[in-house]
């Protein structure tokens, strides 16, 4: 079945916000098994919203929609869906008392307008929603002679990522007899270009599980994908896949694996946090061009707090030394972007902060502070422990991108630190 | 004239990347005063491309497309747009010699496949690529009678986003005898239906300049966007009416203004630091639920290493006590989320960093850990120079959301350094 996203929202079409829902649900129909060919962006002006949706169903056989059901939208993209269809509106009651009880949770009053959103096409199922009040809804029926799905959903990502999860998915799992599942393999230290050529012949023979790498911003991910009557089939084939490639050429590139989108997305520092949690460790850092980025990053993850104690930012020469001790000879004799001064960092921040490991960073991110020794991109690290220490020097090429050389460097502090854990460093 | 956007990507459709393409494209467009009513993205199908070119040039002026420019994409974007207008493709050697001296300059070889690269519709203009090797190319005749413009721009963000500054926006510009030009002013304090509500009788007047409110991530945003024939006209244009807007209700919530999109983009930070630098005072953080995001934040900005010295992060309450010198009883009687630790945790990362101003700030930033008494979302704030100490207690409403409430803290956090400086707390 081919599916599509259609985008409601003046502020997308004006570019004030970024389109991440169109992102996100791509990735997740893509996951399920579906093809797609075209994503629309469209304002919420009645006419071209009809036009929108019936161009849609013209050319896929499901259209999933976002945004345009908010309580000043005046409903027109359920409206629009409904003309397509040719259903009438009604008031849904139950949907009324969803939304006043959502209200009451809040504790904020109900408004007239929000009244609206509990207008509904006849024959809709209706999706409640648990994160904020318009509901989501799928209509379903013939259209010129073929069956048509249309699942509606609100715009805002805090409330349509969970519910396509919990309400879209299991919807569209419904209309095919067969179960997905994904299962990512997270490669550190190979581009992308790197991966799939060497994965290109299993790539090529292989049809259900499918096999496809990703280049997310500072890793690899192979997707494999495997459909089949049975979960728990799925899973095997899966992991036979898995296997396989595990044993292949790629296999010392791969530093973990995750089956949801969350996982994935914070697979480095969910790792990191894993493997310190196995061996009952804490955590800190000391940090000089990223300036907190690797402690903010570890403090993102719910429950960090069992193994991150802390850190020293410790952007000044002078934090390095009375903070850290770093000694003044070594910032006066190799600088503060140097293997000894990040020695001395990592050693500081566990001793200041009293955590079992610490990592540190020191380097130039730009776009000013290059040399021709000391270019920009290059990033001291050093890693400290009950064994001593650790350190190395990187050079990243994105000499023009100043968050992209920190984002780069953080993820490479927390490699370090899982290859450090794993008796690799 | 109506402008629409097309990004070309079999990466956008399965979710892969992000189109941020789009969005820039998007702002940009509007800020020029072009009206814009679709977006689409499509795969590098060549039938479906037409298609899609095709759609574009009848219901707009103007197409802006971006992606399949790359060495592999066989041209099939510049050739589907090449046949909608008519046109045959020629090899163009000053391209060839643009790309081939772009490899030199990074020390790679050209590819045999990057010479598709220089392949370019008749009577096209090109725009030579800095930043990477597709050249961007604008097209432009007589389709059904009246005239139509295509722009193609590569689909990497850092080849995009400089090339529409520097090449597709005067070409938009020369298309229009007006010059356009806009002024942001940044609130903090008051949403974006209340803003628009107090504004509403200014923007339904005004027709040039325009006003629009915008709701950012933690701020509101309010564009004024002026149209004349000289610059210096339209800035006139654009001051007076944010003159006016100061004089009016909003006027208080006001802290900045930018006219340009990367000042809008960090105006927060960038307000704190100018306002720092300007007292040639020095910052620090000392950060609980934020966990370094502040200083990370900071950081961000090129050149922050006159005003940032540092920070501490203290995660575990016994950071809070041996690096900052939090008293125990402190902590044993207020507990570490109260604005007795916070103003602690202030003063002490002062003294133990060095700087003129320190700000604290100590949460509950969920999805655990919130009490009936402290619930998720509360967090309190310290500051301290040598004035002495600030506190205060927000309770952020975002109550499910991790991620959003250590955003706002650290905006919440910014914003009291910029309070304080200014003589208000």
């Given amino acids: 079945m081919i599916c599509e996203i259609i985008c409601v929202g003046t502020e997308l079409l004006l570019g004030e916000i970024i389109n991440t829902d169109g992102a996100f649900i791509a990735r997740e129909i893509a996951a399920l098994g579906f093809s797609s060919y075209h994503q629309t962006v469209v304002g919420d002006n009645p006419d071209r919203l009809r036009a929108a949706v019936r161009e849609g169903l013209t050319r896929s056989d499901i259209i999933i929609m976002t945004g345009g059901l908010g ?9 629009a869906v409904a003309e397509v269809f040719g259903r009438q509106m009604y008031f849904d009651e139950a949907t009324r008392d969803d939304i006043e009880s959502f209200f009451n949770r809040i504790g904020r ?3 007239e307008n929000n009244l609206s959103q509990a207008m509904i096409p006849e024959g809709a199922t209706i999706f409640y929603n648990k994160w904020g009040t318009a509901p989501g809804i799928a209509v379903s029926g013939e259209i010129g002679g073929k069956m048509k799905y249309a699942i509606l959903l609100p715009g805002p990502p805090a409330e349509c990522e969970p519910m396509f999860i919990e309400c879209a998915k299991p919807y569209l799992e419904s209309l095919s007899s067969d179960t997905i599942y994904s299962l990512n393999l997270h490669l550190y230290g190979i581009g992308e270009s790197g991966a ?17 790498p990703y280049a997310c911003e500072h890793e690899v991910r192979i997707r494999i994908t495997a459909r089949s009557k049975s979960l728990d089939d799925a899973k095997v084939m899966c992991h036979e896949m898995a296997d396989r490639i595990r044993a292949g050429e790629v296999g010392e590139y791969i530093y973990s694996e995750s089956d949801t989108p969350d996982d994935a997305k914070n697979s480095m520092v969910m790792t990191m946090i894993r493997e310190l949690r196995a061996r009952g460790m804490t955590f800190a850092s000391a940090e000089s061009c990223t300036a907190g980025m690797i402690s903010a990053r570890v403090g993102d993850i719910p429950g960090a707090s069992d193994v991150l104690l802390g850190g020293i930012v410790s952007y000044a020469n002078d934090v390095k030394m009375k903070t850290l001790g770093v000694p003044e000879e070594v910032l006066a004799s190799h600088g503060a972007v140097s293997e000894e001064c990040a020695s001395y960092m990592a050693k500081g921040a566990r001793a200041v902060i009293g955590s079992d490991i610490a990592v540190s960073v020191t380097g130039i991110a730009g776009p000013g ?39 780069l460097t953080t993820a490479h502090a927390m490699m370090l630190v899982i290859k450090r854990l794993h008796g690799e460093i």
């Fill in 196 to 212: 799939e050529q060497i994965l290109r012949p299993i790539m090529e023979e292989s049809v259900n599980p499918t096999v496809a």
């Fill in 71 to 79: 309580p000043t939208c005046d409903d027109i993209t359920k409206v």
């Fill in 369 to 407: 502070g290059g040399t021709a020794e000391k270019p920009v991109g290059m990033v001291c690290f050093g890693i400290a422990d009950k064994s001593g220490t650790y350190t190395e020097t990187k050079y990243f090429r994105s000499k023009s991108d100043r968050s992209k050389i920190r984002r």
């Fill in 109 to 111: 009053e109900m408004t």
